[in-house]
T-cell receptor, first 115, second 113 residues
């Protein structure tokens, strides 16, 4: 069974600085998708970024980028120029590329942004 | 376009009562998912539907939980009888196709006293 591990329960960053959130996963599959979701205090789950395992190029979305290391099964999220609105819980998630459509989530990292 | 709509946003009930949570997916989406979020277990998938048919209900905790999707625009998650350990935030999500992004609703916070 696949598992997703986020080893940092809480992180803090100064406004305008850069922070990296860690995620590792375990799978025997070769084709899959990885995601980072943001959950602000409003509870709404928002997709931040997505990475296809078959793509070697790291995904980027504006200030958000990932460092995808397939061999190491690592998928970290880098937030550049942190803003107060980035404060939220961040979840890493895995989904098989096969028939199943399940998202498997990590336990989350609570990010605080200090002004 | 309206996103995924869930109702109610908050529900407080007493142990033993029946609880029904409702979800309206985004129009045109053919996959619907029910998730539960607790401090102890995090976010876990309970069940998902494709074209109104349940595909995987292996995450449903026990027989007290049931989910239906009578049509493409409506789904319910029912707990009968409810217990305090069912207290959680329940999310509904939908997607178009199996490989596309899942859009989440705002969640229903359920408290069972």
């Amino acid at each position: 069974a696949q598992t997703v591990t986020q080893s940092q329960p809480e992180m803090s960053v100064q406004e305008a600085e850069t922070v990296t959130l860690s995620c590792t996963y375990d799978t025997s599959e070769s084709d899959y998708y990885l995601f980072w979701y943001k959950q602000p205090p409003s509870r709404q789950m928002i997709l931040v970024i997505r990475q296809e395992a078959y793509k070697q190029q790291n995904a980027t979305e504006n200030r958000f980028s990932v460092n995808f290391q397939k061999a190491a099964k690592s998928f970290s999220l880098k937030i550049s120029d942190s803003q107060l609105g980035d404060a939220a819980m961040y979840f890493c998630a895995y989904r098989s590329a096969g028939a199943t459509n399940k998202l498997i989530f990590g336990t989350g990292t609570l990010l605080a942004v200090q002004p | 376009d309206a996103g995924v709509i869930q109702s109610p946003r908050h529900e407080v009930t007493e142990m033993g009562q029946e609880v029904t949570l409702r979800c309206k997916p985004i129009s045109g989406h053919d996959y619907l998912f029910w998730y539960r979020q607790t401090m102890m277990r995090g976010l876990e998938l309970l069940i998902y539907f494709n074209n109104n048919v349940p595909i995987d209900d292996s995450g449903m905790p026990e027989d007290r939980f049931s989910a239906k999707m009578p049509n493409a625009s409506f789904s319910t998650l029912k707990i009968q009888p409810s217990e305090p350990r069912d207290s959680a935030v329940y999310f509904c999500a939908s997607s178009r196709g199996s490989y596309n992004e899942q859009f989440f609703g705002p969640g229903t916070r359920l408290t069972v006293l």
